[in-house]
């Protein structure tokens, strides 16, 4: 009778993994959606910035630099009339770099991999350290961030935005590889 109590117990307890296991699973699906969602939502937020610092220094421009508001809201109003406060002199990189405004500017061939943001400086120098296309996941794999549905859910993100911009290829679905100047220009 004690050996038919271990046994039943013993399926008890294994159904009672199974299901903490599917639970987990649940979770964690459940949480790569989340985040999912939210790295979609920072990258049409970051977008918009962008596009607002572009067109910042666009009427800059135009306006001859006579144009900067009397208190700018990131810098302060100290800062906003200095004279250097549109450039702080590395590879062409303006005051929203400065800022910590994460862009991603479009690949030009006077642009080199050191305007970009050490998180997609990275992504970079693996996939040329690769020298072929790759998954998102074998490049989160290789930039030490693991296979995960949520890592490579993040790291798609900075992908595509890569893509968008001209640094990086996608000639197949999924499969991401740096462009032939980009390659030339890292092999330098």
């Known amino acids: 009778m004690q050996a038919r109590e271990a046994v ?3 399926g008890s307890l294994l159904e009672e993994l199974a299901r903490r296991q599917a639970e987990a699973r649940r979770r964690i699906e459940e949480l790569g959606r989340q985040l999912a969602e939210v790295q979609a939502r ?5 977008e918009g910035l ?3 610092l572009i067109a910042s220094e666009v009427v800059e421009d135009i306006l001859g630099g006579q144009g900067r508001l009397a208190a700018d809201p990131v810098l302060g109003s100290e800062d906003a009339g200095s004279a250097d406060a549109g450039q702080d002199g590395q590879d062409g990189k303006t005051e929203a770099v400065r800022r910590g405004v994460v862009t991603v500017p479009a690949w030009r061939e006077d642009l080199g991999p050191s305007v970009l943001p050490r998180a997609y400086r990275d992504v970079l120098e693996v996939l040329a ?5 790759m998954r998102a996941g074998k490049i989160s794999a290789a930039l030490g961030r693991g296979e995960s549905a949520a890592a490579v859910e993040g790291l798609r993100g900075k992908l ?3 893509v ?3 640094w990086l290829a996608q000639d197949e679905p999924g499969l991401f590889a740096l462009t032939e100047p980009v390659a030339r220009q890292i092999a330098r």
Do not use: C, K, Y
Not at 42 to 46: D, K, P, S
Not at 129 to 133: F, H, K, L, S, V
């Open 8 to 10: 039943v117990a013993m």
């Open 42 to 46: 920072l990258e049409a937020e970051e």
């Open 50 to 52: 962008s596009r607002l």
């Open 129 to 133: 350290d690769a020298g072929r296309a």
């Open 160 to 162: 595509r935005r890569l």
């Open 164 to 166: 968008e911009r001209g």
